[in-house]
Antibody, heavy 119, light 109 residues
């Protein structure tokens, strides 16, 4: 079964760092892009960025460029989303999703990781 | 970056047809993906590319595009189709990424 399993929910303080993960299984991890999508409470979906694990080509949403870092460790079939200094506005649900090519949709999604940033 | 605009909400009687639209300049170049999201759940891809339904998606879901507008049509809406729907497309700008639409809440009456 093709799956993306995300790390558990996090509660952090402003200014702290955080790295959440997304582990793929049941498919060839390096042949599919992994995208990250944010959903703030009561709001819509926000595309954050995408990475191709085979060569680590990465693209970011312009507002988030420099605010987050997307990476992968293909040896353990895992993608990451990282913050160096969290803000309260980073609170939300974060999903990773698999995408076969940039012309296709995101066909498999992780279960989501809740991030709460509060003092 | 590009923007994709959707109507905030639409309603449809059970068994009738509803069309959800998505408007944006990038749709002149790229086909969108369409995602269904029910409360408390991750989104599900229902249409992508040129009207391609992933395995397991009912045939009552279909997609089309014309100019700067794309549409998702549900023909014979069922109670379980009540959900939020989002379009998603490549971004026309230099960042070469993607953008989601503003989302449409579909209510089945």
């Amino acid at each position: 079964e093709v799956q993306l399993v995300q790390s558990g929910g996090e509660v952090k303080k402003p200014g702290e760092s955080l790295k959440i993960s997304c582990k793929g299984s049941g498919y060839t991890f390096t042949r599919y892009w992994i995208g990250w999508v944010r959903q703030k409470p009561g709001q819509g979906l926000e595309w954050m960025g995408i990475i191709f694990p085979d060569d680590s080509e990465t693209r970011y949403s312009p507002p988030l460029q420099g605010q987050v870092t997307i990476s992968t460790d293909k040896s353990i079939k895992t993608a990451y989303l990282e913050w160096r200094s969290l803000k309260a506005s980073d609170s939300g649900m974060y999903y990773c999703a698999r995408q076969g090519s940039l012309e296709e949709g995101m066909d498999v999604w992780g279960q989501g990781t809740t991030v709460i940033v509060s003092s | 970056s590009s923007e994709l605009t959707q109507d905030p909400a639409v309603s449809v009687a059970l068994g009738q047809t509803v069309r959800i639209t998505c408007q944006g300049d990038s749709l002149r170049t790229y086909f969108p993906g369409w995602y269904q999201q029910k409360p408390g759940q991750a989104p599900v891809l229902v249409i992508h590319g040129n009207n391609i339904r992933p395995s397991g998606i009912p045939a009552r879901f279909s997609g089309s595009s014309s100019g700067d507008t794309a549409s998702l049509t549900i023909t014979g809406a069922q109670a379980e189709d009540e959900a939020d729907y989002y379009c998603n497309s490549r971004d026309n700008s230099a960042n070469r990424g993607f953008v989601f639409g503003t989302g449409t809440k579909v209510t089945v009456l």
